[in-house]
């Protein structure tokens, strides 16, 4: 068990109290080459950083002092996802803390939170999510992986890929098919397995920046106990919708595209660029865009604190961060011109860039988490309002 | 931070400033009235006017020693953006933000005791006569002279693109003295001066001002060479955040139009804003919109802080160059979300987009702006 949180109630400590606690942390632990990495960072990196946190009862700031947790309050969850950016702390792979943990916590069974919640804080168990599928990207619903009832256990068959650091990962929740008949919605359940399960195998792809973050996943048969299945049969849809808010203000957040936008300042001053008004308009252009970003976000941000739920519009933060991050690593490349397209880190008078890896890892955000498309479909259906 | 995020009381005033400020447009004609007096020389009524100094409206920024109500940006704001959505010519930037910030940040207490309650009640409307070029907002007097005598100052030169000069019955004048620029009062029709007026896209005017030994007597000097140049530049960023705040009036009301035609207007069969390319095209508009409001608002409360002047102009140019921008994308688009129909003079949507593009235009486009911002974040190391 995790020994300090239980006993420390954070929310009682002033915001500047909290945040300095909180930063002179990282600072000191925090490993110095893992800062700021583009790519996500596998489980052998991270693993030291994980037993750290646990050792200190900040593992799961979302989750309830008497679970292990922080307990964090909004206001304080937000000042701790903040110095973690501000820090540029890598993620690990952690979503059995911000998936799996709530969703045990609010459907599981006593027996599922037992077994399952300890062994998630402390590492020994890593989660990856089962959720995209070849067919079902963000037609999520029409997903085809089958769970058949069959003598006490379920037998599932199928495919999922896209699945994050699989190959890091023991355990994996997932969504599959329990009824053909029902509208797609509803014939979806929801369940956690063991990845060492006989008839489950996992194929890492590789990506356009070369790295094996991503694998598909293939279900041959794999039989799951009857206690894989969490929360009702067919309720999987509703479980698996029940967390998203919280990550799309995560995700539009401005610290990201703040500290490219930094990188692209220094490579303009080091190759003389702002001086050539064509570069410095676009350039000028985006940083502006850069510092509007941190005004909306800070509107979302101060609705949090206010302790109100946050609506279908928070979409906009993610469509303008993505995109805005990727226009601006487009003009990394420009400015790099022919050094642009060169592989791996370089030295642009003293300053130290991976532009490639950069450029390429702003590819996904756009797709990712729900795509700008669907994004937007949301958008025009849920908050302007419009006819289908 | 922790002190301006809880006051509900100032948010129940703001929303109630906010529903009156629509009530009176509303029963003012709305867009009507602007469409009857569009191309009028007089530009705009001032009987109208009166009535939003009785409201106070025109005292929000006159200080309460003065007759005024002594609020800030904020409250200004919420007038302006509403006066904007149902495109009232009456000059409320021009007069009662940068004409009242002029006056007030000059060191003439006895001219403001004498005529800010008078501005703040409506029965006086002056205007700023600053520029000179197109495309230069400076504050260095330009090649207007004032030179003194025994009685006062005798003032020659050329003032151009004075938003609001149609009606007006005063203009502030900057002009250079041997101690650098100084403001000045001079009255309509007063000899030497001549008012020429220009139409504009919306149906307003720019005038110019042609000053030819004029006499100013010394109690109208408004801000002496000391402080007038501080006042001049203070007024304008002020102005340009209000003149923001106006765009994101006209913004809001020409998406919401074009939504509704969206949900609304058939073809094939189908209400067109069940298009999916249509859809995407209107929430582009509505992130800039909600980008516009997020960075005017910033804005606005930290204007309302009293920064220094460096960070002031940072703060308005960034505020000017996503409401320009975002204005003038939405009131553009909103012609093409209506098809022909938004081409029709008899439409409203034309109106907003000609609005847009005059506030656009005035106080510095927003390519002026991303220029001026670039070079003051650069010189303080941003």
């Not at chain 1, 195998?201 to 996943?217: D, K, Q, S, Y």
Request: hydrophobic share 45%; glycine share 10%; net charge neutral.
């Amino acid at each position: 068990m995790s020994p300090a949180a239980q006993h420390t109630d954070y929310n009682a400590l002033s915001d500047e109290a909290f945040r300095a606690e909180v930063r002179a942390f990282f600072e000191r632990h925090y490993p110095e080459n893992l800062r700021y990495i583009l790519r996500r960072a596998r489980w052998q990196e991270m693993k030291d950083w994980w037993r750290m946190l646990y050792e200190k009862g900040w593992i799961a700031p979302n989750w309830p002092r008497e679970r292990g947790g922080m307990g964090l309050d909004a206001s304080k969850m937000l000042i701790y996802a903040e110095e973690i950016e501000r820090h540029g702390i890598a993620r690990p792979p952690d979503q059995g803390i911000t998936q799996v943990g709530p969703i045990l916590m609010q459907y599981g069974t006593a027996a599922q939170q037992t077994f399952y919640l300890p062994r998630t804080l402390s590492g020994e168990i890593i989660w990856c999510q089962g959720y995209s599928e070849p067919n079902a990207g963000s037609d999520l619903a029409s997903l085809q992986t089958t769970a058949v009832a069959d003598g006490g256990q379920y037998r599932v068959n199928g495919q999922k890929t896209w699945t994050t650091l699989a190959h890091d990962s023991t355990h994996m929740y997932l969504l599959a098919r329990t009824d053909r008949q029902a509208k797609k919605q509803e014939g979806i359940s929801f369940f956690v397995l063991d990845l060492k399960t006989p008839g489950i195998t996992i194929r890492p792809i590789r990506n356009l920046a070369g790295h094996e973050e991503f694998c598909e996943v293939f279900f041959d048969d794999a039989r799951l106990p009857r206690d894989a299945l969490v929360g009702g049969l067919n309720q999987g849809w509703t479980i698996a919708k029940a967390l998203l808010g919280f990550e799309r203000l995560n995700i539009g957040s401005p610290r990201r595209p703040q500290y490219a936008l930094r990188r692209l300042e220094m490579i303009a001053r080091a190759k003389c660029l702002l001086g050539d008004s064509g570069f410095a308009d676009r350039f000028i252009a985006l940083k502006l865009d850069i510092e509007d970003l941190a005004a909306l976000y800070g509107r979302f941000v101060g609705q949090v604190r206010r302790g109100e739920p946050l609506g279908p519009d928070v979409s906009v933060l993610k469509i303008w961060a993505m995109e805005t991050w990727q226009r601006l690593t487009d003009l990394l490349v420009e400015a790099g011109a022919e050094e642009g397209v060169l592989s791996g880190v370089r030295e642009f008078a003293g300053v130290k860039a991976d532009i490639l890896t950069s450029f390429y890892y702003a590819r996904p955000a756009t797709i990712y988490g729900g795509s700008s498309e669907i994004q937007r479909n949301i958008l025009a259906k849920h908050v302007l309002k419009l006819p289908s | 931070m922790t002190t301006a995020e809880a006051e509900p009381p100032s948010n129940d005033h703001r929303a109630m400033l906010r529903d009156s400020v629509a009530d009176f447009v509303a029963r003012a004609g709305d867009v009507g009235r602007a469409r009857r007096l569009r191309g009028n020389a007089a530009e705009y009524d001032r009987a109208v006017w009166r009535t939003m100094g009785e409201l106070g409206w025109l005292g929000i920024l006159v200080p309460a020693q003065h007759g005024g109500l002594g609020l800030g940006l904020a409250e200004a704001a919420i007038v302006a953006a509403g006066l904007a959505r149902g495109l009232a010519p009456e000059p409320y930037t021009a007069a009662a933000v940068l004409a009242v910030e002029a006056i007030a940040g000059g060191d003439n207490e006895e001219f403001k005791q004498q005529h800010l309650p008078r501005v703040a009640d409506g029965s006086l409307l002056p205007v700023l006569a600053w520029q000179e070029r197109a495309g230069e907002i400076e504050t260095s007097g330009g090649e207007t002279q004032a030179a003194p005598f025994e009685g006062g100052w005798r003032i020659g030169g050329v003032k151009r693109f004075i938003s609001g000069a149609a009606g007006a019955d005063a203009y502030l004048v900057s002009a250079a003295t041997e101690q650098g620029i100084a403001l000045f009062w001079v009255e309509r029709g007063a000899p030497g001066v001549t008012l020429e007026i220009e139409p504009l896209a919306d149906g307003r005017h720019f005038g110019t001002l042609r000053l030819k030994d004029v006499t100013v007597r010394r109690g109208h000097l408004v801000a002496s060479a000391s402080v007038a140049a501080r006042a001049v530049s203070l007024a304008l960023d002020r102005a340009t955040a209000l003149c923001s705040a106006e765009l994101v009036g006209v913004m809001t009301r020409v998406l919401d139009m074009s939504l509704e035609y969206m949900r609304t207007r058939k073809q094939f069969g189908k209400a067109i804003g069940s298009f999916q390319a249509l859809q995407h095209r209107a929430v582009d508009l509505y992130i800039q919109r909600e980008l516009a409001s997020a960075v005017l608002e910033e804005v606005v409360t930290a204007l309302d802080r009293q920064p220094d002047a460096a960070r002031r102009a940072l703060l308005a140019s960034r505020a000017k160059a996503r409401c320009a921008e975002a204005g003038l994308r939405i009131t553009r688009e909103a012609i093409q979300i209506h098809g022909a129909i938004g081409f029709t003079d008899e439409y409203d949507a034309g109106l907003y987009l000609k609005r847009a593009m005059v506030l656009a235009a005035w106080l510095g486009n927003a390519a002026w702006h991303r220029r001026r911002y670039s070079a003051l974040s650069a010189k303080a190391g941003l």
